[in-house]
């Protein structure tokens, strides 16, 4: 037998594409034409029968009681080919089974009649519309607009031929759902006359109202009940692109009829406030587009998290692409938009090229010129957008009506009471990493304040940021996770001075002592030490080991503004490797009766019926520290 080697398989890399190269030089003789596989020719079976099992019995000879084709080169002459089957619905013998279209003049029409529609094709060479013709009970009075105004008089005359077999046909149907609409109801077998694909349809999801254009319609199967079932299109956007996401309705079968309106979601068009509600969509559909990109925000209301209303009262950062990185459960597959051709920027472009190096008074970065939604899809866009919560430190999905302009307290900075120069020094290196950080990527800042309990470590970080309008995102030891679950995985802790970094957000952790203070000493050595001579054990150690690492790592690799508050002083009991990360360590001393005088004025000053009454000189003779003033 002649042996025939594997064919080779070229990539080329002009075209791109594969290409067969034949071995025909590797070949020893050629193959007889008795091998198997080798006969030119081609068999033909015929089905003849199926068992009382199942299967298929064939013959190799034609069947005498084969019919003839139906479709040949005479038929194909005519305009249509209409086939019929009997008809059980006692109003007429027999019903439309098919049309096929072979006109090229009613193709064409048919073209800008179905524009659009769902699952057909008139374009094609042979064009078969099936029963029950839904997509013409939808298009009727296109395929009428389309009869009255051709002016060819052949077209139109095969345009009227068509008209008049599918009208005779559609009779009942048409006039039943002329009915429905004309008094505003609707049975669940006949749900869909009024649902058309591509309709704009009106919905409340989480109470609020929505738009979203309808694609397809399906009866679903329960065990109870059979439902309705509306897949939806509604345009989102992940940080990258704008794009189409699906929505699914479904609308639970009821007996009798029901008004339109009282449905769970219909046609917007029989809303009978419809324009009113249109504009508002679309302004909200504006605040949506302009929420692209990095915002810092304030939020009032509930949000979701995780499909569970959450009440949120926090500002917050919006910022989708982020919400796509950092949420793992995230899942989001977008169509693109028709509008937007495929080479845009925005279907290409990264997160982070969408937006320019500057940013405006309240960090919020600029978000380039892109194509710009169209008021119809303004009017689809949906009703939240993705954000992160600083004061719940969750990923949320936040309302648009809910989100409102920072009021910021502009005096914050003007109370914080202490010395001049260490004021300023706090705020030029704010100032300065934060315009750093408009340009290329800078190395990371970290700040130590130390003192006693009540010196004004916290209030000083907080007052700052309201002095330079910059977003702040405050932890405490009980927020922050040092370790991974897995090795493998980015630890918490890092994981949130990434995030601030990318924000371009100051990072307060507050009371960071609290996260040192597992003594690794044991019981014996802890008895030597007396509390009374030595409040704090000497250089104490994070505990264990692992954790003290991602701390130590985590502190000299990333971008961000960090302050560390310290309530002990950190020369007497921080880890010397710990202390050698922050540039900056600043104490901050125990305040002075002058200082103590200048905090009573500032908190008297929100009662003026008291400080007439009060001598703020006197109470600043008590050894207080200024949260114990505030306090009082």
């Known amino acids: 037998m002649a042996k025939l080697s594997s064919p080779k398989v070229d990539y080329t890399e002009d075209a791109n594409e594969l290409v067969y190269v034949s071995d025909v030089e590797d070949m020893e003789e050629p193959i007889p034409a008795s091998e198997p596989g080798m006969r030119l020719e081609i068999k033909n079976l015929y089905h003849v029968e199926t068992d009382v099992l199942g299967h298929i019995i064939t013959t190799d000879k034609l069947p005498k009681d084969m019919p003839e084709p139906e479709e040949t080169l005479e038929t194909a002459r005519y305009a249509l080919l209409i086939r019929y089957h009997r008809s059980y619905d006692g109003r007429k013998g027999v019903s439309i089974a098919s049309i096929v279209v072979q006109s090229p003049l009613l193709k064409k029409v048919l073209c800008w009649v179905l524009k659009d529609y769902p699952c057909i094709a008139p374009e094609l060479n042979r064009l078969e519309l099936i029963s029950p013709f839904r997509p013409f009970v939808h298009r009727w009075q296109r395929l009428t607009d389309a009869l009255n105004n051709e002016r060819d008089?052949?077209?139109k005359s095969h345009i009227q031929l068509f008209y008049d077999a599918l009208k005779k046909e559609l009779q009942v149907t048409l006039e039943t759902r002329a009915d429905f609409l004309a008094h505003g109801t609707i049975t669940f077998n006949?749900?869909?006359m009024i649902f058309e694909p591509g309709d704009i349809m009106y919905t409340v999801l989480n109470k609020r109202p929505v738009a979203a254009r309808l694609a397809t319609t399906s009866i679903v199967q329960g065990p109870q009940e059979d439902s309705y079932r509306l897949e939806c299109d509604m345009v989102h956007g992940d940080g990258h692109m704008f794009g189409w996401s699906s929505a699914?309705?479904?609308?639970?079968?009821?007996?009798?009829?029901?008004?339109i309106t009282d449905l769970a979601s219909f046609p917007l068009k029989y809303h009978p406030k419809a324009d009113e509600l249109r504009n508002q969509l679309i302004k909200r559909g504006r605040a949506y587009e302009n929420l692209m990109g990095f915002h810092h925000?304030?939020?009032?209301?509930?949000?979701?998290?995780?499909?569970?209303?959450f009440p949120v009262d926090s500002r917050i950062i919006v910022d989708p692409d982020a919400y796509r990185c950092y949420d793992t459960d995230y899942d989001l597959h977008l169509k693109p938009l028709k509008t937007i051709s495929a080479d845009s920027s925005m279907n290409l472009a990264a997160a982070d090229d969408l937006y320019d190096e500057d940013e405006s008074s309240n960090g919020e970065a600029k978000k380039r010129a892109l194509p710009a939604l169209s008021e119809d899809q303004l009017l689809l866009c949906t009703s939240s957008v993705k954000g992160y919560s600083l004061r719940n430190k969750r990923w949320l999905d936040l309302f648009i009506d809910c989100i409102e302009d920072i009021e910021w307290n502009d005096a914050a900075w003007d109370n914080v009471v202490l010395e001049h120069d260490l004021k300023d020094l706090i705020i030029s290196m704010t100032r300065g990493h934060r315009q750093r950080h408009r340009g290329l990527q800078p190395k990371g800042l970290n700040i130590l304040l130390s003192g006693c309990t009540g010196v004004g470590k916290t209030f000083a970080v907080e007052s700052v940021a309201e002095a330079l309008h910059a977003p702040l995102f405050h932890v405490t030891p009980a927020d922050v996770d040092l370790g991974a679950k897995d090795p493998d995985l980015q630890s918490p802790f890092t994981e949130t001075l990434e995030m601030c970094g990318k924000w371009n957000v100051i990072l307060l952790f507050d009371q960071a002592q609290g996260a040192l203070d597992s003594d690794p000493l044991d019981d014996d050595q802890r008895r030597e030490y007396s509390r009374e001579l030595f409040p704090f054990a000497p250089k104490r150690t994070l505990y264990p080991d692992h954790s003290f690492s991602v701390l130590l790592d985590a502190l000299g690799s990333h971008s961000a503004l960090f302050f560390a508050t310290w309530n002990l002083d950190a020369g007497d009991c921080m880890d010397d490797r710990l202390q050698s990360r922050f540039h900056v360590c600043l104490q901050l001393p125990w305040p002075t009766r002058a200082s103590r005088a200048q905090i009573w004025q500032k908190c008297l000053g929100s009662h003026k019926d008291m400080s007439f009454f009060i001598?703020?000189?006197?109470l600043a003779g008590w050894d207080l520290n200024g949260l114990e003033i505030a306090n009082a």
Do not use: E, V
């Open 153 to 155: 008089p052949l077209a």
């Open 190 to 192: 006949s749900l869909w």
């Open 297 to 309: 925000k304030m939020y009032k209301g509930i949000a979701l998290y995780h499909d569970r209303s």
């Open 248 to 259: 699914r309705i479904d609308l639970p079968q009821f007996n009798g009829m029901t008004k």
């Open 615 to 618: 001598d703020s000189n006197a």
